[in-house]
Nanobody, 119 residues
Framework: QVQVMESGGGEVQTGGSLRLSCTAS????????VEWYRQPPGKERVNVAR???????TYTAAVKDRFKIYRDLPNDTVYLEMSGLQSDDSGTYYC?????????????WGQGTHVTVSS
């Protein structure tokens, strides 16, 4: 059974950096388009970055020029590299990935990884 997992969250000071990872496991799992979302405490989940199956990337305005989404194809991992972190970047970050299990492509959510930016 396919599972999507995030890792790399933690606590960092304002201006610091973190790199989040998104991987898929289970059978012949292979990721295609992947999106990162974040959900601040008490607020709705919003998209922050997306990488298409062809590695075209898009970002929400709030993170553009500070965040970078990219793919490590041999390891089938998608990273979200975050720099210049601010308190508004705090929240739970979720990976939403289109994953093939070798037969069919479905969209999966990970469980999330927490990011706390403190002053």
């Amino acid at each position: 059974q396919v599972q999507v997992m995030e890792s790399g969250g933690g606590e960092v000071q304002t201006g610091g950096s973190l790199r989040l990872s998104c991987t898929a496991s289970g059978g012949a799992a292979k990721m295609y388009a992947v999106e990162w979302y974040r959900q601040p405490p008490g607020k709705e989940r919003v998209n922050v970055a997306r990488i298409s199956s062809g590695d075209y990337t898009t970002y929400t305005a709030a993170v553009k020029d500070r965040f970078k989404i990219y793919r490590d194809l041999p390891n089938d991992t998608v990273y979200l590299e975050m720099s210049g972190l601010q308190s508004d970047d705090s929240g739970t970050y979720y990976c939403n990935a289109q994953v093939s299990d070798g037969h069919i492509v479905r969209t999966y959510w990970g469980q999330g990884t927490h990011v706390t930016v403190s002053s």
